[in-house]
């Protein structure tokens, strides 16, 4: 039940896209089409902004979008915006467990 | 609206017991899987356990399984997360989270703060 990884911070400028990988294994990201993103603003209970890979929840921004490739999944936001600044994390489903990736601050 | 709130947080020695409970609202318990995620401070997000939407399957991390049950009271509309032989390595934050698909939580509680010292 290995964390999956992911960059530490990934920076942009606002109007700029971003991307933000999402590395696991053959047992998870790579088996299963459930990765699910995370915002986090500090003090705050997490957000969902994309579930089953691609998946946008209601309420959240065409803006957001999510793709797999492999064992690697990613979050892009096509233009950022001083909102967008927070923690983003992924998450897979494993079969047996659920496992959150390390992170990635995005500050605007 | 639908909302959880989490309670039964504290400051408990290493070695003793805790409950923690999830009351849901707004929705319709009995379709939805519960899930326990916690953060320790300055840490990242941490899956803890998770049970099925009709409490046929349970499921936890490899860190709490062994001293970590959940369960779930339908006709309470509640959750629970039973945690025993408590270490300080299990102070955080506990949030419960309902699932839409297989690791998705759209709606999460404030969460509640779990102090594990002597």
């Known amino acids: 039940q290995s964390a999956l990884t992911q960059p530490h911070s990934v920076s942009g400028s606002p109007g700029q896209p971003v991307t933000i990988s999402c590395t696991g294994t053959s047992s998870d990201v790579g088996y299963y089409n459930y990765v699910s993103w995370y915002q986090v603003h500090p003090g705050k209970a997490p957000k969902l902004m994309i579930y089953d890979v691609n998946k946008r929840p209601s309420g959240v921004p065409d803006r957001f979008s999510g793709s797999k490739s492999g064992n690697t999944a990613s979050l892009t936001i096509s233009g950022l915006q001083a909102e967008d600044e927070a923690d983003y994390y992924c998450s897979s489903f494993a079969g047996s467990y659920i496992v959150f990736g390390t992170g990635t601050t995005v500050p605007v | 609206q639908v909302q959880l709130v989490e309670a039964g947080g504290g400051v408990v020695q290493p070695g003793r017991s805790l409950t923690l409970s999830c009351v849901a609202s707004?929705?319709?318990?009995?379709?939805?899987?519960i899930n326990w995620v916690r953060q320790a401070p300055g840490k990242g997000l941490e899956w803890v356990a998770g049970i099925w939407y009709d409490g046929s399957r349970t499921i936890y991390a490899d860190s709490v399984q062994g001293r970590f049950t959940i369960s779930r009271d339908d006709s309470k509309n509640t959750a629970y997360l039973q945690m025993n032989s408590l270490r300080a390595d299990d102070t955080a934050v506990y949030y419960c989270a309902r699932d839409i698909s297989y690791g998705a939580f759209d709606h999460w509680g404030q969460g509640t703060t779990v102090t594990v010292s002597s």
């Open positions: 707004g929705f319709t318990f009995n379709r939805h899987g």
